[in-house]
């Protein structure tokens, strides 16, 4: 029972930010403009929100760790946002194409995440101080449930922000106005303008909002798989975020249910030392590391069929056309 446990946590560990960064990008999608810079987004909002918690512990600002945290998080996906709006920009006003826009920003965020820490730390990654607790809630109750030690004992607090964040903008996309009105740019914008509806503004929306949420995800990464170290890296999880929109068809439930699934084949390898079934196997830790971008292949290519992508997205919106 301990082994299970302990796999479901490490699961939740890193399912958590390949939901809200896939979230992110089906929030872009359905607007109509293709987010490949999931990425870049990730990487440049972390690293801001580093920057900001390092500041304020070092200067003793605030001594709650908890708020802190929440604080580094919030202006992550400030920073991610802005970032994104590079993308927007040159996508939505200046209709360049999207792919080619979603790659420079992919390669831009590294650079000046590299550039910046050099300038400011000389080095170029930023490691959050070991002491920092505000990472995770601890129960110091040794009697807890299943249930309880993996929703309750030194769980992550960016775990329970994701998941509130994630089911209160899945149920908003979905019931309200404004959100039906976003996907309708995705599927017919030249409908959605005849009826009044602003594709230019609902775009940006779109596309800052997916900004934000890559910016959130980028942080809860640091902050629990990478123990705290910010660089120009997130190894690869805005790509796997995007496999995850692909093949969970662009809808929440299964995202969901994707990022569950990678979440536990990227968690493989880190635990599987302390699995006594896989540790008798003795495979080397690459071997593992290759499972979930081998099974992205896969499921992408046995649901290239089905996909249910919004019909405009990527296309430029011209009023002109009909």
């Not at 919030?74 to 590079?86: H, M, Q, T």
């Not at 299964?254 to 990678?262: D, K, M, R, T, Y």
Request: charged share 10%.
């Amino acid at each position: 029972m301990d082994t299970v446990v302990y796999l479901i946590q490490k699961t939740l560990i890193y399912a958590a930010p390949l939901l809200i960064v896939a979230l992110g990008g089906m929030f872009s999608e359905r607007s109509g403009v293709v987010n490949l810079a999931l990425e870049g987004e990730m990487i440049f909002g972390a690293f801001i929100g580093a920057i900001v918690a390092k500041i304020i512990m070092e200067k003793q600002l605030l001594t709650n760790y908890q708020v802190i945290f929440v604080i580094a998080i919030a202006v992550a996906a400030i920073a991610s946002a802005i970032f994104s709006l590079l993308l927007s920009f040159s996508a939505i006003k200046l209709k360049a194409d999207q792919t080619i826009g979603g790659t420079a920003l992919n390669m831009l965020a590294p650079a000046v995440v590299n550039a910046f820490a050099l300038a400011l730390f000389n080095m170029e990654k930023i490691q959050m101080p070991a002491f920092f607790p505000g990472y995770v809630i601890k129960n110091a109750n040794p009697d807890l449930t299943a249930i309880e030690q993996i929703f309750g004992d030194k769980v992550y607090i960016s775990t329970y922000i994701i998941f509130v964040v994630f089911i209160l903008l899945s149920i908003w996309i979905y019931y309200t106005k404004t959100g039906m009105r976003m996907r309708s740019c995705g599927e017919h914008p030249q409908a959605a303008a005849s009826v009044g509806i602003n594709v230019f503004k609902m775009r940006y929306l779109g596309s800052t909002i997916s900004g934000a949420l890559a910016g959130i995800g980028g942080y809860a990464y640091i902050a629990t798989v990478a123990n705290g170290t910010a660089e120009s890296s997130v190894a690869g999880m805005g790509f796997l975020a995007l496999a995850i929109m692909i093949f969970g068809n662009w809808k929440p439930v299964g995202i969901f249910f994707g990022a569950l699934l990678f979440g536990f084949l990227k968690c493989i390898g880190p635990v599987a030392n302390s699995i006594p079934f896989l540790k008798q196997f003795d495979l080397p830790l690459q071997f593992y590391n290759i499972i979930p971008y081998f099974v992205v292949l896969v499921v992408l290519a046995l649901t290239a069929k089905k996909s249910g992508c919004p019909k405009a997205e990527g296309i430029p919106y011209d009023k002109g056309m009909r």
